[in-house]
């Protein structure tokens, strides 16, 4: 079953991604993931969680500093991840190991819950993997950017310099989970904040500090942000920059035919 490992080169690019990695900025796009996360998974309570593709750790750590889980575990396809997430001294962290991208090294209904956060839309072969995290947890709570938009064929070269080969939006993403057995127990949807624009305008794309292009940023989502609040569901959905859904086995699979 060759075509389910990840191959050479893609591994050796995410080995390549963490030795270099930009703390700070991952930091800062963790805050918001990790707390995606909670906010989705109110109502419930998850002893042992599993974080599949856990880049550097950034989101578990977040989540072990405000309590959410007793115990986790990690796995992760780079050496450079693996090794990073050892040096973070997450609280109640019992696990690290390299996997190959789809099989996981745990028995059936292993855990509570497993995150996949910003993982689906780098996947080959994505209805593999979302198969074992099924045989191994009773709860998954996924979150993928929303890239699509009309004419996006058209930046193919932008989206594959990081790694975006699949595209999804609200509705795909669960049309996906439920074809494949899941049930949506609750959902979300969210915009860039202005302190992740700011940070990407200022430091990493080291434009000067301005409070004209402050106003202008913070103006930006304000409005935004109240106009798919007042247009409802369907607005926010369409100009989400991000997807959560916390789902779950469901008691029985769909018929195909």
């Given at each position: 079953?060759?075509?389910?490992?990840?191959?050479?080169?893609?591994?050796?690019?995410?080995?390549?991604?963490y030795q270099?990695?930009?703390?700070?900025?991952?930091?800062?796009?963790?805050?918001?993931?990790?707390?995606?996360?909670i906010?989705?998974?109110?109502?419930?309570?998850?002893?042992?969680?599993?974080e599949v593709?856990?880049?550097?750790?950034?989101i578990?750590?977040?989540?072990?500093d405000?309590?959410?889980?007793?115990?986790y575990?990690?796995?992760?396809i780079?050496d450079?991840?693996?090794e990073?997430?050892?040096?973070?001294?997450?609280?109640?962290?019992?696990?690290?190991?390299l996997?190959?991208?789809?099989?996981l090294?745990f028995?059936?209904?292993?855990?509570?819950?497993?995150i996949?956060?910003?993982?689906?839309?780098?996947?080959e072969?994505?209805?593999l993997?979302?198969?074992?995290?099924?045989?191994?947890?009773?709860?998954?709570?996924?979150e993928?950017?929303?890239d699509y938009?009309?004419?996006?064929d058209?930046?193919i070269?932008h989206f594959?310099?990081?790694?975006?080969?699949?595209?999804y939006?609200?509705?795909s993403?669960?049309?996906?989970?439920?074809?494949?057995?899941?049930?949506?127990?609750a959902?979300?949807?969210?915009?860039?904040?202005?302190?992740?624009?700011?940070?990407?305008?200022?430091?990493?794309?080291?434009?000067?500090?301005s409070?004209?292009?402050?106003?202008?940023?913070?103006?930006?989502y304000?409005?935004?942000?109240?106009?798919?609040?007042?247009?409802?569901?369907?607005a926010k959905?369409k100009?989400?920059?991000?997807?959560?859904?916390l789902?779950k086995?469901a008691?029985?699979?769909l018929?195909?035919?």
């Amino acid at each position: 079953m060759a075509e389910q490992i990840i191959t050479d080169s893609v591994k050796t690019a995410y080995d390549e991604f963490y030795q270099k990695h930009d703390e700070a900025w991952r930091m800062m796009g963790a805050k918001y993931k990790a707390q995606h996360i909670i906010d989705v998974c109110k109502g419930h309570s998850f002893k042992k969680v599993l974080e599949v593709g856990a880049g550097d750790g950034s989101i578990l750590k977040l989540l072990a500093d405000q309590n959410f889980a007793p115990e986790y575990h990690a796995v992760e396809i780079s050496d450079s991840g693996v090794e990073h997430i050892k040096t973070r001294h997450i609280a109640g962290l019992k696990s690290v190991q390299l996997f190959d991208g789809y099989k996981l090294p745990f028995a059936d209904n292993s855990f509570d819950l497993i995150i996949l956060s910003h993982v689906l839309e780098h996947v080959e072969h994505e209805r593999l993997l979302l198969r074992e995290l099924k045989r191994v947890a009773q709860y998954c709570v996924i979150e993928v950017p929303k890239d699509y938009r009309v004419g996006v064929d058209e930046r193919i070269k932008h989206f594959l310099a990081y790694g975006h080969i699949n595209m999804y939006t609200p509705t795909s993403l669960r049309y996906l989970l439920m074809t494949e057995g899941f049930e949506i127990e609750a959902d979300l949807t969210s915009m860039i904040e202005p302190e992740v624009t700011k940070f990407n305008t200022y430091v990493n794309q080291k434009k000067p500090k301005s409070f004209i292009t402050d106003l202008k940023i913070s103006a930006e989502y304000a409005i935004k942000n109240t106009l798919v609040n007042v247009l409802g569901k369907k607005a926010k959905e369409k100009h989400a920059s991000a997807y959560t859904v916390l789902c779950k086995k469901a008691d029985h699979q769909l018929e195909i035919f």
